[in-house]
């Protein structure tokens, strides 16, 4: 776990003025604040929580301007242009930038020039894409050679135009009681084009019976009163119109742009980055002085850093930076950043899931990641599929930067070199025998479906040790936080560990060594005194911070404490049970295999290679997730709830980003 030092950063905002906001005042604090987002090591805390009880602080009130030149740009600035200036912003520009007068006169400049050609491009875009949606409507109804104009001037009938389903259009002839006709003309794969037509008093009715048909309608513009054929080659000579003047109206946007697009640039990305500088003043308290105004920062850094930090702010006369003890400020919890080595640091994503440490705790990463490589590679030990899924993870940490890729590519080697000892490739269990005879071997190592009791005794064996580790590191942590209880009487703890290994040991001891442990006084010291001593607990944590327990009912104590003891022993057999699914998928991964093998062989006795493939893929995407849930869960019900606690919250550098 990296090691932080609490930064304290005052300076002076200014001297002899009741105004904060002016520029010339503030100058030294987004000096102040643009180094330290610079500096890429700062996790910033709400400064308040340090000065509240010192008075005569408060915060600096909020300045939305440069939020607002933002919201200006992007209100007449194209999508794809706002695109352009966010991938070529400069993420470290420095705050000396031009004044909010000047940004704000220039966008006024560039809003003159685009506002008016914007809107037509915007009026223009609309009225094609509407037309696009007319024309296509008329050409389904291309079989109807009358004009529309006439059709709805009948003063008598109403006319609905749509399209019906073509599994709908069935059931009209349940209707055939009604006085409505529907007449198409035109049919795709899905629909029937067409209308229907009924008198006026009998339309609500017709209207409910062919909604309930999925009948959905086509609402045609007004001003469409010709055949269907002749107004769509009104529309088509009307859409080609309006993409010429789009066109002309994009050029001429394009070229405006292409003119001003350094300075765009530059607007932009000052203002994306003031208006970030603007948003950390938040963080920021002020002491309001009869002459000066200080301002106060409070945040966290790397250990490691702290020198380098430092001399960011020699140069700075008014400004100084005070290094202290990460625990210095109770009301502060110390974020934690995970420091983990190149195998393990993908399994901090778990981690994370779980959630983190507390400063100077444990980090259990590196157990993590033994635990889970091993264990994915017991339950899915195949060669062939093992590598499959290593050079999988391989691409996808490479293209897209994923922790899930280099977790991937470590349990695929684990699969595969588990696979190796089982003699599976794919599948097919034989492939590897040549090898093994090379090397002086009969046959392969391990035949999974011959060795039924000892794949399920080893999952039970390896399960207590990992509860056992999961024990001693719990004892380990307590002690440290000199939390006795815990420690020394806990299920968890020294009382538990003796117990778990000692009945463990008595009962294995006649069947693997024939000796037999479980003599009367054997059983009083490991058996009976640490279930005491869990059952007892809280009094003897007491007596060891020589405090006095206090009862709150004889009764009740025994009562709650039973249970209490019950669950404990409870959960000692069904975590190490729990184990036997370590064995299960052992065997479902050969047997799953086996039916693959069955169903890829042909009548002649070959094997199918597609089928093979198939089947490998199935089992590769269905197996190997479960596995993987499977492990995580063990992880975090079997192991973590034995000794982690995760009361921890993530170190957060401050990072300028255009996009945020």
Not at 23 to 31: A, G, I, Q, R
Not at 282 to 302: A, C, H, M, Q, T
Not at 307 to 323: C, I, P, R, Y
Request: hydrophobic residues 45%; aromatic residues 12%.
């Amino acid at each position: 776990m990296e090691k932080m030092r609490l930064v304290n950063i005052a300076g002076i905002l200014s001297r002899e003025s009741d105004s904060f906001m002016e520029d010339s005042e503030c100058v030294s604090l987004d000096e102040v604040l643009g180094r330290i987002v610079r500096s890429g090591c700062f996790h910033i805390e709400n400064s308040r929580d340090s000065v509240e009880n010192l008075g005569n602080f408060m915060t600096l009130p909020d300045d939305s301007s440069y939020e607002t030149l933002l919201g200006r740009l992007k209100s007449i600035l194209p999508a794809n242009e706002i695109e352009s200036l966010t991938a070529n912003c400069v993420p470290d520009i420095g705050c000396c930038a031009d004044s909010l007068e000047a940004s704000a006169g220039f966008i006024d400049e560039i809003e003159i020039k685009l506002k008016e050609i914007t809107g037509s491009i915007s009026t223009l875009e609309s009225s094609i894409s509407r037309h696009e949606k007319e024309l296509t409507q008329l050409k389904h109804l291309h079989g109807m050679n009358i004009g529309l104009e006439r059709l709805f001037n009948i003063s008598n009938i109403r006319i609905r135009f749509g399209k019906l389903p073509i599994s709908s259009y069935q059931k009209l002839e349940y209707y055939d009681d009604k006085t409505f006709e529907f007449v198409h003309y035109d049919k795709d794969d899905s629909y029937y084009w067409g209308m229907y037509f009924t008198p006026v008093d009998s339309m609500p009715e017709v209207d409910n019976i062919m909604k309930s048909l999925y009948f959905e309608r086509i609402w045609l513009p007004d001003f469409i009163t010709g055949t269907p054929l002749e107004e769509a080659e009104k529309l088509e000579t009307l859409l080609k119109d309006n993409k010429e003047q789009l066109d002309i109206l994009k050029k001429e946007q394009s070229r405006i742009l292409n003119e001003n697009r350094q300075q765009l640039n530059k607007v932009y990305c000052q203002a994306a980055y003031r208006a970030y500088i603007s948003g950390l003043k938040r963080y920021v308290s002020v002491f309001n002085g009869e002459f000066l105004k200080f301002f106060f920062i409070v945040g966290f850094i790397p250990e490691n850093k702290s020198a380098e930090f430092e001399s960011l702010f020699k140069d700075l006369e008014d400004v100084t930076v005070k290094l202290k003890s990460p625990t210095s400020e109770p009301r502060m919890p110390v974020p934690i950043k995970l420091k983990n080595s190149k195998f393990a640091e993908p399994f901090s994503m778990f981690v994370g899931m779980y959630g983190l440490p507390k400063y100077g705790g444990f980090n259990p990463t590196g157990f993590v990641s033994l635990t889970y490589t091993v264990l994915f590679g017991i339950m899915f030990g195949d060669l062939g599929q093992g590598l499959v899924l290593a050079v999988l993870g391989f691409l996808i940490g490479k293209k897209f930067k994923n922790p899930l890729g280099g977790i991937l590519t470590r349990v695929g080697i684990s699969s595969a070199f588990f696979g190796l000892i089982y003699g599976s490739v794919f599948g097919l269990e034989e492939l590897l025998t040549p090898l093994y005879q090379l090397v002086g071997f009969e046959h392969k190592p391990f035949e999974v479906m011959q060795q039924i009791n000892t794949i399920v005794y080893g999952s039970v064996a390896l399960g207590g040790v990992i509860i056992v580790i999961s024990i001693i590191i719990n004892i380990i942590y307590r002690l440290l936080d000199k939390n006795y209880t815990e420690a020394v009487f806990g299920n968890n703890g020294i009382a538990g560990l003796v117990f778990f290994t000692g009945l463990v040991a008595g009962l294995i001891s006649p069947i693997l060594f024939d000796i037999k442990l479980l003599t009367p006084l054997y059983v009083t010291f490991v058996i009976i005194l640490p279930v005491l001593a869990m059952f007892l607990r809280e009094p003897l944590g007491a007596a060891m911070r020589k405090e006095k327990y206090k009862f709150h009912g004889i009764a009740d104590f025994i009562v709650s404490n039973f249970f209490e003891l019950f669950e404990f022993m409870l959960g000692y057999a069904s975590n190490s049970l729990s184990f036997i699914r370590v064995g299960g998928f052992i065997f479902s991964h050969a047997g799953m295999m086996s039916v693959v093998m069955m169903l890829a062989e042909s009548a002649s006795g070959a094997v199918t290679p597609a089928a093979m493939i198939i089947g490998n893929i199935f089992v590769i995407v269905m197996e190997g997730l479960l596995v993987g849930i499977q492990v995580l869960r063990l992880v975090f019900y079997e192991m973590f709830s034995r000794f982690y606690e995760a009361e921890g919250r993530a170190f957060v550098s401050l990072k300028f980003n255009v996009n945020s």
